[in-house]
């Protein structure tokens, strides 16, 4: 009978290539982070779709929205990165203007995060607040409209917790408007600093709106400044948005300065529920209420 074909082994110099292209990418990797690091926080991305959104520019009235989409890792943070998820939630929201927090760009593959902008045809603007071992994670702002202008803020106030914030000013038939995504700090004394920081800076005193995740799980002088400043007497119940399987604390919020806000409420779908540990905020604000759209 003939003998059977004896099994071999390749032989590890064909491996050898191998393992030298995994440890020079994995050194060039380390190389970026530490670069990256050393510049945050730094504005990242700014581009314009292929094809942008048609339609009549920017009127008195438009939808803003608010996601913190937890580095598309789904509600609990331990699953291999979706961008898909989050991506489709977005494209729920149907909002003119939409900021982002908690944004992961990777550094081995393509960013989730053009490519979702290019889909939506949306102009894009993204700051980077810290290197995470995957890529860049910050904050980023979506918008149906071009940026007329951006900047970046740094909000770092302390060695516990890199913060910051994106800013960008829009053109439209009612005047100039700025819009802010940020990502504010857990500590109580930091948030107080970060927020005074935003109320102060000289490029933010016209018609703004302020986005993102306060982290506001209970009333601190953040929270109480914030209230004071830009809601003043008005009444005003912040949806709940945080864990979004079971909402019970209103961490995201939107305040507004020299605009009205109206129609103010979370975005609470099955697909939202899946997709990141906080649900959308969404809210329909008016520059001028003397203003035809």
């Excluded at 050393?38 to 990242?44: G, M, R, V």
């Excluded at 939409?98 to 045809?121: G, K, S, W, Y």
């Excluded at 129609?263 to 969404?282: C, F, G, Q």
Aim: net charge positive; glycine share 6%; with cysteine.
């Amino acid at each position: 009978m003939p003998e059977r074909a004896k099994k071999t082994k390749a032989p590890k110099a064909r491996k050898q290539p191998r393992i030298r292209r995994g440890k020079e990418e994995r050194e060039q990797h380390a190389l970026r982070r530490e670069a990256l690091q050393a510049a945050i926080p730094y504005l990242a991305v700014v581009r314009a779709p292929s094809v942008p959104k048609g339609g009549k520019a920017m009127g008195a009235s438009l939808s803003v929205a608010s996601y913190n989409v937890h580095r598309w890792a789904g509600p609990n943070g331990v699953r291999k990165p979706d961008p898909a998820r989050a991506g489709f939630v977005i494209s729920e929201l149907k909002a003119d203007i939409i900021a982002l927090q908690e944004v992961l760009r990777p550094f081995d593959q393509e960013d989730p995060l053009e490519q979702l902008a290019e889909a939506l045809h949306l102009h894009l603007a993204f700051v980077a607040t810290r290197v995470h071992r995957r890529g860049e994670i910050g904050n980023a702002i979506l918008s149906r409209w071009p940026i007329t202008s951006i900047f970046s803020l740094d909000l770092t106030h302390g060695r516990m917790e890199r913060r910051s914030a994106v800013a960008a000013r829009f053109m439209g038939a009612a005047g100039p408007l700025n819009i802010v995504s940020t990502h504010l700090a857990l500590v109580d004394r930091t948030r107080a600093r970060q927020v005074r920081s935003l109320l102060e800076h000289p490029q933010l005193q016209g018609p703004s709106v302020l986005l993102g995740d306060m982290n506001a799980w209970r009333r601190c002088e953040a929270t109480r400044t914030l209230e004071r400043e830009l809601v003043g007497h008005d009444l005003r119940t912040w949806p709940r948005t945080f864990p979004a399987a079971r909402p019970v604390l209103a961490l995201d919020r939107v305040y507004v300065r020299g605009v009205q806000m109206r129609d103010l409420e979370a975005h609470d779908s099955p697909a939202a529920r899946r997709a990141s540990d906080h649900l959308p905020i969404v809210a329909r604000v008016r520059l001028d209420p003397k203003a035809i759209d």
